[in-house]
């Protein structure tokens, strides 16, 4: 599993409100190797296993992005917990 599974997992297990759903963000750590997986991507290529590491973490944030915009509208409609 990798570091960005695993910070989601807990994330989510620790409980979570609104607010903290749209203040989550990945750690550097996270952010600096997806960075580097999408610039080799575009330059030297990556092994299946990489492709696959940048694939599951493109999903990951398609449904944190999904969250993020549904913890806004529980917000506007007054859920404040």
Do not use: W
Not at 9 to 30: L, Y
Not at 45 to 62: A, I, K, M, P, R
Not at 70 to 81: E, F, I, W
């Amino acid at each position: 599993m990798t570091r960005a599974y695993e910070e989601i997992i807990d994330f989510i297990a620790a409980g979570t409100t609104p607010g903290e759903v749209i203040a989550f963000q990945p750690s550097d750590p996270v952010k600096t190797r997806v960075g580097d997986l999408i610039s080799r991507e575009k330059t030297t290529g990556l092994s299946s296993e990489e492709t696959d590491e940048l694939n599951n973490y493109l999903q990951l944030e398609h449904l944190l992005r999904l969250a993020k915009a549904r913890a806004h509208a529980h917000l506007s409609h007054g859920y404040h917990q």
